[in-house]
Nanobody
């Protein structure tokens, strides 16, 4: 069982930055893949970024060059640095863990709201 708690969401103006954190209840060293999804009102949940235990990263095209995902095993935390935020980035951001990398058992956090508005 993996418990995930997100933090760092909030309201920011367009062009601003936020840094999201996903803290796990235990060691993440053996969790193959972790990452972030987001869901805007009335829309499906979209993958934003993921990172493997080997620090291989993957980004959605709509955040490439603006968002950076990283993991800090010593602190059991995954980070999402979000720069140059746009109004369309407004969504609830969810952290997830995929321990075996095959998607057979996923763990989710409760989500954190990000609002980008002038």
């Amino acid at each position: 069982q993996v418990e995930l708690v997100e933090s760092g969401g909030g309201s920011v103006q367009p062009g601003g930055s936020l840094r999201l954190a996903c803290a796990a209840s235990g060691s993440i060293a053996n969790i193959y893949r972790m990452g972030w999804y987001r869901q805007a009102p009335g829309k499906l949940r979209d993958l934003v970024a993921s990172i493997t235990s080997r620090n291989t990263t993957n980004y959605a095209s709509f955040v490439k060059g603006r968002f950076t995902i990283s993991r800090e095993n010593a602190r059991n935390t995954v980070w999402l640095q979000m720069n140059s935020l746009k109004p369309e980035d407004t969504a609830v951001y969810y952290c997830y863990a995929d321990p075996d990398g095959l998607g057979r058992r996923l763990y989710w956090g409760q989500g954190t709201q990000v609002t980008v508005s002038s």
